[in-house]
T-cell receptor, first 113, second 110 residues
Framework: DAGVTQSPTHLIKTRGQQVTLRCSPK?????VSWYQQALGQGPQFIFQ???????QRGNFPDRFSGHQFPNYSSELNVNALLLGDSALYLC????????????FGEGSWLTVV | KNEVEQSPQNLTAQEGEFITINCSYS?????LHWLQQHPGGGIVSLFM???GKKKHGRLIATINIQEKHSSLHITASHPRDSAVYIC????????????FGKGTKLSVKP
C-alpha cells in the first residue's frame, strides 16, 4: 500500500502563474483534505473533498480551488500566485470506514518567486 | 475562536529522558490527534484520541475531556525521536478538517 502520494515534491513558480498539485489517497480512503503549511507554522485547512464535492472550506480565497476524481484522487489549483503562497502543501486522506485515522502525504513544497 | 495551544514550543532533552508535550484547546472536540513531522515535511499520525489514554511503544497519549487538555509522553527518549510534534483537533465531528497547534520542536541529544 503506497499510502498517500503527492506530486510534485518541489516546484518553483513565478508570481501571477498558476499551479496544480496532485494527491492520490491511501487505498480505501474516500475523503481528501488539503492543508497549507507556512514555514514555522502549523498547517491551515484549505478544503476537503468527498464524493467529488467540496464538503468544507477553510479561510482561503477563491484563487484556491480543487477537484476530486471518481478514483478519489484530488488536485489543488492555485491561480494568480502570490509570494505569500510559498508553503508546504499537504494532502491528507481518511475514511469513516477506516475509523477516521488520517494519513498524510509527504507534501509539495511550492516556492513563488 | 477555536484555538489549539501547545507547550513548550521548543524542547531539548538528553537521550533517555522522559518527555512531556502539552496541548490545550478551547471548545468541545470530537477527536484529538498527535502527529509527528520530520524536517522533510511528511506528517505521520501517532494517535487519535477521543477519551482516556493510548500507548504505542514508548509513546503514550492522554486526554482529559473536562479540562480540554492532552499530553504526549515519550519514555526513554532517543535522538531518532527528534521531530516536530503537532497536536490537532476535530471540532464538531468534521472528519479530516483539523485545527492544528503550532507544534513542539523536540531535539534529543545523545
Amino acid at each position: 500500500d503506497a499510502g498517500v502520494t503527492q506530486s510534485p515534491t518541489h516546484l518553483i513558480k513565478t508570481r501571477g502563474q498558476q499551479v496544480t498539485l496532485r494527491c492520490s489517497p491511501k487505498s480505501g480512503h474516500d475523503t481528501v483534505s488539503w492543508y497549507q503549511q507556512a514555514l514555522g507554522q502549523g498547517p491551515q485547512f484549505i478544503f476537503q473533498y468527498y464524493e467529488e464535492e467540496e464538503r468544507q472550506r477553510g479561510n482561503f480565497p477563491d484563487r484556491f480551488s480543487g477537484h476530486q476524481f471518481p478514483n478519489y484522487s484530488s488536485e489543488l489549483n492555485v491561480n494568480a500566485l502570490l509570494l505569500g503562497d510559498s508553503a508546504l502543501y499537504l494532502c491528507a486522506s481518511s475514511s469513516l470506514r477506516s475509523g477516521n485515522t488520517i494519513y498524510f502525504g509527504e507534501g509539495s513544497w511550492l516556492t513563488v518567486v | 475562536k477555536n484555538e489549539v495551544e501547545q507547550s513548550p514550543q521548543n524542547l531539548t532533552a538528553q537521550e533517555g529522558e522522559f518527555i512531556t508535550i502539552n496541548c490545550s484547546y478551547s471548545v468541545g472536540i470530537s477527536a484529538l490527534h498527535w502527529l509527528q513531522q520530520h524536517p522533510g515535511g511528511g506528517i505521520v499520525s501517532l494517535f487519535m484520541l477521543s477519551s482516556g489514554k493510548k500507548k504505542h511503544g514508548r509513546l503514550i497519549a492522554t486526554i482529559n475531556i473536562q479540562e480540554k487538555h492532552s499530553s504526549l509522553h515519550i519514555t526513554a527518549s532517543h535522538p531518532r525521536d527528534s521531530a516536530v510534534y503537532i497536536c490537532a483537533v476535530n471540532y464538531g465531528g468534521s472528519q479530516g478538517n483539523l485545527i492544528f497547534g503550532k507544534g513542539t520542536k523536540l531535539s534529543v541529544k545523545p
